[in-house]
């Protein structure tokens, strides 16, 4: 069975449907890429997936042990926290918040793997600094780090590459290619990047203008 | 002059109002820096006005022991204002300008039409003020202060890196499998609980003072999160302590003398944190 299976989702808000008809299976190692236009429902689709929204109707089932402790998630934006006095360190940490489990504290294993986390991209040098002082780009690579804290099977990635610079870009999207392929995450990315969606994914979800279209790419 | 603070300590209630006073301002400083950085900081100014609705009401009915009736109302209050901001139709600071005021208007009335009392004007100013002279506790209510603060205090340590989280961003929270909720309903009932206690001190028009000013001090100088708890607590402790030496002093009343060191800290820290970015 799949790690993840969306059926018949209806997405939407109050009374307005964006969209219908949905029907995802995500499986483990695989990597799926959600393109459209602005404002098509792509980040309310991985909300509503996440559970941070109510469908307007259908079902989202997790099979295959995966439980909601093992997602990592990159959000599109987090404007609440602009003058938020937290350190990167702090931040990154934070990832690993759903495997607590009954500790209070987080574990020495877990500090050295957010170390490691910080070092792959690039902002160990910065650990200390205070997060509403570092540029967009340096805030979506520390919240990058933390979605890493937190996975082991699935990363939900919304836009991880908006803000970066063309060559982190390519690190960027090198790194969570080596993810998928050495560590089997399953990875489901939103990207405008047509063509990197087409090297790197194995199945695309394209929301066009009254229907959502799923293709497998490779096998 | 000191000699009138080492008379005054050798009385028992006053030794009780220092002890209160600190404990107090630990949890309100804790509990400051949650909810300033949830953009909630009224939250307190709304619940005190509930609780003051609240003893009017108890008051009415004769009850024996009114906080019976004011903290369960409290923090019923409380769930309702900090539950779900987002999802209800009335927004966060509405919701508590509206409960505040609706609170505070029929706590008055009931008490016009009620209320026996001969001084009815001064019973009010002493609620909403805080009493003129050292308020005066008894072994009881330090002890439920006491027991209040040691499970605020646990509850932040036991629970310190996932309220951060939460507090920081609940979205990423929530979808890692963490129940946002309940850190959200737990730390409801606590600052329900807090206000309740720290009313008597510091009177309920006040008490918004010693949520706001440690957090906002304290964010003024550090840039995480921890160094900001610390030096909360630390600031806070320090007006509340100021505050009443100099209201023994000067026979001042107790919760101005308390907001207005508290202020004058602000400042301070204002000052030296500017200093610090330019410097
Ligand atoms: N909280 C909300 N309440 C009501 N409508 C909303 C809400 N959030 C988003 N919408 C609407 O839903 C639609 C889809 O929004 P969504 O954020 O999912 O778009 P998107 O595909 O992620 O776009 P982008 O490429 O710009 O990130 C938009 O038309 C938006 O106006
Ligand atoms: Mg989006």
């Known amino acids: 069975m799949a790690l993840l299976k969306c059926e018949d989702l209806v997405l939407g808000y109050d009374n307005t449907v964006l969209a219908s008809d949905i029907n995802i299976e995500i499986g483990t190692g695989e990597y799926h890429c959600i393109v459209g236009e602005n404002g098509t429902g792509k980040t309310t689709l991985m909300k509503t997936i996440l559970g941070l929204k109510e469908p ?3 079902r989202i089932i997790y099979g295959d042990g995966l439980s909601k402790n093992e997602i990592g998630y990159l959000p599109q934006q987090t404007d609440a926290q602009r003058d938020f006095p937290a350190s990167v360190k702090e931040i990154v940490l934070s990832g690993f918040q759903g495997r607590l489990g009954l500790r209070p504290f987080y574990s020495s294993e877990q500090k050295k793997e957010a170390l490691a986390n910080m070092e792959r991209m690039g902002i160990s040098d910065l650990r200390d600094r205070s997060y509403r002082e570092l540029s967009g780009g340096q805030q979506q690579r520390v919240l990058l780090a933390r979605a ?35 560590d089997k995450t399953a990875i489901i990315m939103i990207t405008h990047d047509i ?22 790419l490779k096998n | 002059m000191f000699e009138k603070l080492i008379t005054y300590l050798q009385f028992p209630f006053v030794r009780y109002a220092f002890i209160v006073g600190i404990l107090i301002a630990v949890c309100s400083a804790l509990l400051g820096v949650i909810l300033v950085l949830k953009r909630y900081s009224f939250i307190g100014d709304g619940l005190s006005h509930v609780a003051f609705g609240a ?44 409960v505040s005021v609706s609170a505070l208007a029929i706590g008055y009335l009931l008490m016009n039409v009620f209320s ?87 009177g309920s028009l006040l008490i918004s003072a010693l949520v706001v000013f440690p957090a906002l001090s304290a964010m003024c100088i550090f840039r995480n999160f921890r160094a900001v708890t610390v030096c909360a ?25 308390i907001v207005t060191c508290d202020l004058a800290g602000y400042l301070l820290f204002l000052l030296c944190g500017k200093i610090r970015t330019c410097g």
């Open chain 1, 148 to 182: 890493l804290c937190a996975t082991e099977k699935m990363l939900f990635l919304d836009e991880p590459v908006a803000g970066l610079d063309p060559q982190v870009t390519v690190d960027m999207y090198e790194l969570i290619n080596r993810l998928n392929r050495e």
């Open chain 1, 56 to 58: 307007l109707s259908g």
């Open chain 2, 233 to 257: 607590v630390i600031f806070s402790v320090v007006c509340v302590l100021l505050g009443l030496i100099l209201s023994i002093i000067f026979s001042t009343p107790t919760g101005a003398t």
């Open chain 2, 55 to 98: 003893i009017s009401v108890a008051t009415v009915m004769n009850l024996t022991d009114n906080m019976l009736f004011v903290m369960p109302a409290t923090v019923l209050a409380a769930v309702f204002l900090l539950k779900g901001g987002k999802s209800r139709k009335v927004h966060g600071d509405a919701a508590i300008a509206m």
């Open chain 2, 116 to 202: 026996a009392s001969s001084n009815l004007t001064g019973d009010i100013c002493s609620t909403l003020f805080g009493s003129t002279a050292l308020i005066t506790l008894s072994m009881k209510d330090v002890i439920v202060c006491l027991v209040a603060a040691v499970i605020t205090v646990a509850v932040f340590i036991i629970f310190y890196n996932r309220i951060f989280a939460v507090t920081f961003d609940e979205d990423f929270s929530k979808a890692s499998g963490v129940r946002a909720e309940r850190y959200n309903l737990l730390i409801a009932v606590i600052i329900a609980v807090i206000i309740v206690i720290a009313m008597n001190l510091i």
């Open chain 1, 195 to 216: 063509d990197a969606a087409r090297k790197y994914a194995t199945h695309l979800i394209r929301f066009e203008s009254n229907e959502v279209v799923t293709e497998c």
